[in-house]
């Protein structure tokens, strides 16, 4: 991959089986606007996050990524900044952000990584 200005860094849990399976298919959806993302494994990297401001517990819980100018999104901002460089999920971008949606989606996406993790033994 180019790097170029406009990359974002995506912090993603690389030791989740359904993670990375999300992460190909991103890469697969976007395209070349694959070419503008940075994937990050998350493991192993507490000071590195907390050198970026994300505290290494809610980097497993919540998607974060660092946008071109440097600041960190995290959560459901995070996902649509994501999808938002994919021509085929800025629809679903545009959705997941309005006001009705965005809470819903957030405590559902809670509650699946909660259970995820709890189930792998990686939170109490």
């Known amino acids: 991959m180019t790097e170029s200005r406009d990359t974002i860094c ?3 849990d690389g030791s989740c089986p359904g993670c990375r399976r999300d992460r190909r298919r991103y890469e697969h959806l976007a395209g070349r606007g694959a070419d503008t993302v940075k994937w990050v494994d ?3 990297r507490d000071e590195e996050l907390k050198k970026k401001g994300i505290d290494p517990g ?3 819980k919540e998607l974060h990524v660092e946008d071109e100018r440097g ?3 995290s959560e459901m901002d995070a996902y649509i900044l994501l999808m938002s460089r994919a021509p085929v999920l800025k629809p679903l971008a545009w959705l997941i952000g309005l006001p009705v949606i965005r809470p819903l989606l957030s405590r559902l996406y809670h ?3 909660t259970r995820r993790l709890q189930r792998t033994g990686r939170m109490p």
Do not use: D, P, S
Request: aromatic share 14%; no cysteine.
């Open 58 to 60: 809610a980097a497993l």
């Open 10 to 12: 995506v912090y993603y």
């Open 42 to 44: 998350i493991t192993g």
């Open 71 to 73: 600041r960190i999104h």
């Open 111 to 113: 509650r699946m990584v």
